[in-house]
């Protein structure tokens, strides 16, 4: 895919909180185990921090970490779709520890920031939206100061397998994560242990038992290839997982597998 057509495929599927959102609600009502909570528990922050949040998306980390935050950050956003922008700028104006220092559009491969500027740099679930997530991470040394750190996190290529097989079932192509199979969690490892002095590697796993088919149904519809399928492969998804759901008694286990990988600049 080209770097237009895929400029031009996130617009679209970022344009509104919609997606994202079936996803979220999706491990909300399922999870074992916060995915906000968790990456919080691995997250050291403290007074006075300057951050940057590359591909902010809506602003629900903030909002999910309210009672959690020390006083005094400042916090840069910046997303390439103007909808996630608006929505976070107005969610993390409710945060009395937040000051938003800025707010803009751009590209994780060409920050609009001076070099040495942030003490954080957060690429959560982004650099697979990117075409060079080698490029954006560089960018992301370039702007943190030295001993400062990036946060990168990523899907493994198994996450949610079970979903996955049966979406490749009725749309074809790999029963894959789409978002690892751009870039996952192993690749953040591996280019952040070759670009920052040090990496630190978390896992996550947790087995989600979904209960409403619909709600599987609405997951995978929410990202490529499920997002732009025709009709008539959309109901054969959803035939596919009501199938399966009721010979599973009305539970439907799909098991989430992502994580996070920590590189720290040299001083």
């Given amino acids: 895919m080209s770097s237009e057509s895929r400029h031009d495929e996130i617009q679209g599927q970022y344009a ?6 079936m996803r979220g609600s999706f491990q909300a009502k399922y999870a074992t185990v916060s ?3 968790w990456l919080r528990d691995r997250i050291d922050l403290r007074e006075s921090t300057h951050i940057l949040d590359v591909g902010c998306g809506p602003g629900w980390l903030w909002k999910a970490w309210e ?3 020390p006083n005094d950050l400042h916090i840069s956003l910046v997303d390439i779709s103007p909808g996630m922008i608006q929505e976070a700028k107005t969610n993390l ?3 009395e520890q937040i000051e938003i220092v800025d707010a803009g559009l751009a590209d994780a491969v060409a920050l609009p920031h001076a070099a040495e500027t942030f003490d954080v740099v957060f690429l959560l679930h982004v650099l697979y939206h990117t075409g060079d997530p080698r490029s954006a991470l ?15 996190s990523a899907n493994t290529l198994d996450n949610l397998s079970e979903l996955h097989l049966l979406g490749a079932k009725a749309f074809g192509g790999p029963a894959v994560d789409p978002g690892a199979a751009l870039f996952s969690l192993d690749d953040a490892e591996t280019l952040v242990s070759e670009i920052f002095e040090t990496a630190e590697r978390y896992d996550l796993t947790d087995v ?3 209960t409403h088919h619909e709600d ?17 492969q959309r109901d054969h998804l959803a035939k596919l997982i009501r199938e399966e759901s009721d010979k599973a008694g009305g539970q439907l286990l799909a098991t989430r597998r992502n994580g996070l990988v920590v590189g720290t600049k040299s001083l």
């Fill in 16 to 21: 509104t909180p919609r997606n994202l959102a």
């Fill in 35 to 37: 995915w906000f909570g």
């Fill in 67 to 69: 009672k959690r935050l």
């Fill in 93 to 95: 104006s409710m945060l």
């Fill in 138 to 152: 560089q960018e992301a040394l370039r702007v943190l100061r030295p001993g400062g750190q990036v946060f990168v």
């Fill in 208 to 210: 989600l038992t979904c």
């Fill in 216 to 232: 599987a149904v609405g997951v995978l519809l929410s990202m490529p290839p499920g997002n732009s399928a025709p009709d008539e």
